[in-house]
C-alpha cells in the first residue's frame, strides 16, 4: 500500500559488470500501485501524482495486471526525444488546464521493476526473478506503456550510455541480479554525463538558514549579447558559503533595473523567457528571490546536461575563472550530443 520510497542509486564514474544495465530515463520516478481500477501513482518524495496524469491512469488500467505495484518513470516524448520541461508543466494546480495538457502533452510510462503481483510479495526476491516477472506480466502492454530496455553486455551499456544522450537520456543504470528492493537505499548504480562550462555569476540566493550563501545565480550569453540565467550552483561546505558572503559583496548591484536579470519581479516577463525569479512549481511558497551582483565573476562547473537552454540539475562549483572575461561565457562552448529519435530506443507509435 502507498507510500513507499523508491529504491535509489549511487553516482559511479564507470559502468560496473553486475550483470544488467538499463538506460536511465529523464522523467518523474513513480510507483504505481493498481488494484483492478484503482491506480495511484506515487512520486520519489512519496506524495501522489495521480490526478496530474489522468491519460496514463487510463493506460496503466488496459495494460498492467489487474492486482501489481510496479516501479518506473513517467516521460513525455516531443519532436522524437525526451522532453523534461514540457513534462513539469504537468504538474499544475487547476483541472482544466491538468486536462486540457493531458490531451495536448500526453506522458507514457516506462516500467522497470515489479514490486509485487496478486498477492506476491516480490521485494525480497533477487532483481533477477523480479524481471524476468515484469517482462512476462507486461508482455502484452503498449504504447505508452514499456518495459525498459536492458542489456547483460558491458560493450553495448557503453554504446547506450553515450548514443542514447541523443535522445534525451540521463545516462544508464546497473542493477545487481542478486539484490533485493530495498527502499531508500542507494543500492542501483548510475552513470550520468559530466562536463564543464564556464558561467557569469549574476547574483546569488541566501541559504535557507540565513546570512550564508545558499547558491550562485548562473548565466550565459546568447549570440545577440542577452545574459539568460541558466541555472546555479549550490555544493558548498558550510564554511565556505560563509566565506563566500565576503567574496560576493563587493559585486553587490545596488540598481536592479541596470542588472541583465532586473526585471524578474516582473511576473509578465517570466512569459518569455525563464529568469531567476520564478515561481518554484513545485513549492508556491518557496522564496526565490536573489541579490543581483555585477556580472562580472566567471566561475567553471560541472554540469550533466542541458534541458533547453538550462543545466537540467544544479551545477557543480569547480574552480574561479580568473582568467576568463564575462563576455565570452557563452552558449557555444557547450557540447551538444547527436540527436537520436527516441523510437530507436522504445517501440512508439508512428
Known amino acids: 500500500m502507498p507510500p513507499l520510497a523508491p529504491m535509489l542509486s549511487k553516482s559511479v564514474k564507470e559502468i560496473p559488470d553486475v550483470g544488467h544495465v538499463e538506460p536511465k530515463w529523464d522523467g518523474f520516478r513513480t510507483i504505481v500501485f493498481k488494484d483492478g481500477d484503482e ?6 518524495n512519496e506524495r501522489p501524482m495521480t490526478r496530474y496524469f489522468p491519460e496514463l491512469v487510463e493506460a496503466l488500467r488496459q495494460n498492467l495486471p489487474p492486482r501489481c505495484v510496479v516501479d518506473g518513470e513517467i516521460i513525455l516524448v516531443s519532436d522524437g526525444r525526451l522532453d523534461f520541461d514540457a513534462l513539469q ?26 514490486l509485487a503481483i496478486a498477492d506476491d510479495d516480490l521485494m525480497d526476491e533477487p532483481f533477477a526473478d523480479r524481471r524476468r516477472a515484469l517482462v512476462e506480466a507486461l508482455a502484452g502492454a503498449s504504447d505508452p506503456v514499456f518495459v525498459t530496455p536492458a542489456t547483460a553486455d558491458l560493450a553495448e551499456a557503453n554504446d547506450w550510455f553515450t548514443r542514447f544522450e541523443g535522445a534525451g537520456l540521463d545516462g544508464v543504470v546497473a542493477k545487481p541480479l542478486d539484490g533485493t528492493y530495498q527502499p531508500d537505499k542507494r543500492t542501483m548504480f548510475k552513470v550520468k554525463h559530466e562536463r564543464t562550462a564556464d558561467c557569469v555569476v549574476a547574483g546569488f540566493r541566501w541559504h535557507k538558514t540565513g546570512g550564508i550563501v545558499g547558491s550562485l545565480l548562473l548565466g550565459l550569453y ?9 541555472g546555479v550552483a549550490a555544493s558548498f561546505p558550510m564554511a565556505r558559503r560563509a566565506s563566500l558572503v565576503a567574496e560576493l559583496e563587493p ?7 541596470q542588472h541583465p536579470w532586473g526585471e524578474w519581479a516582473d511576473q509578465e516577463a517570466h512569459q518569455s523567457t525563464r529568469l531567476p525569479g520564478a515561481v518554484s512549481r513545485w513549492n508556491a511558497g518557496k522564496n526565490l528571490s536573489f541579490v543581483p551582483l555585477r556580472p562580472e565573476l566567471v566561475v567553471e562547473v560541472a554540469y550533466e546536461k542541458m534541458e533547453g537552454d538550462r543545466f537540467r540539475h544544479t551545477a557543480q562549483f569547480r574552480r574561479w575563472r580568473t582568467d576568463r572575461t564575462p563576455e565570452s561565457c557563452t552558449y557555444e562552448q557547450l557540447e551538444s550530443p547527436d540527436d537520436l529519435a527516441l523510437s530507436e530506443i522504445l517501440p512508439l507509435r508512428g
Open 89 to 114: 508543466q504537468r504538474i499544475h494546480p487547476a483541472d482544466s488546464r491538468v486536462r486540457m495538457l493531458a490531451e495536448q502533452t500526453p506522458v507514457s510510462f516506462v516500467a522497470f521493476d515489479l
Open 222 to 230: 546568447d549570440d545577440d549579447g542577452r545574459l539568460h540565467h541558466v
Open 39 to 44: 491506480i495511484e501513482l506515487g512520486s520519489r
Open 251 to 257: 559585486l553587490v548591484a545596488d540598481d536592479l533595473s
